[in-house]
């Protein structure tokens, strides 16, 4: 089994910043693609970002040039940047993973995702 912890969150104004932490435990090994999701009240729930074992990355328009993923694999721990924060950025935020395939390393996959953590709440004022 995998579990995953959120970290990080917290309220912010806009224009601010944050970095979000996610650690990894049991299972890990071959864990293929990591990311982050997003869900504000009322809302469905969007994909943000994710990175596949090597690298790779992929971003939501919304969040491209802002944000930025990374991973450190021999901590077992994913990464969420954030930069210039908006209002609109107001969500839970959740940690997934999977060792589904680097072909489905995407928010548009979240059927994929399999493991997921609690989330961490960031709230973006104006």
């Known amino acids: 089994q995998v579990q995953l912890v959120e970290s990080g969150g917290g309220s912010v104004q806009a224009g601010g910043s944050l970095r979000l932490s996610c650690a990894a435990s049991g299972a890990t090994y071959s864990m293929q693609c990591m990311g982050w999701f997003r869900q504000a009240p009322g809302m469905e729930r969007e994909g943000v970002a994710a990175i596949t074992n090597d690298g790779s990355t992929n971003y939501a328009d919304s969040v491209k040039g802002r944000f930025s993923i990374s991973r450190d694999n021999a901590k077992n721990t994913l990464y969420l940047q954030m930069n210039s924060l908006k209002p609109e950025d107001t969500a839970l935020y959740y940690c997934?993973?999977?060792?589904?395939?680097?072909?489905?390393?995407?928010?548009?996959?979240?059927?994929?995702?399999?493991?997921w953590g609690q989330g961490t709440q960031v709230t973006v004022s104006s």
């Open positions: 997934a993973a999977h060792r589904l395939g680097r072909k489905f390393c995407s928010g548009g996959y979240s059927a994929f995702f399999v493991y």
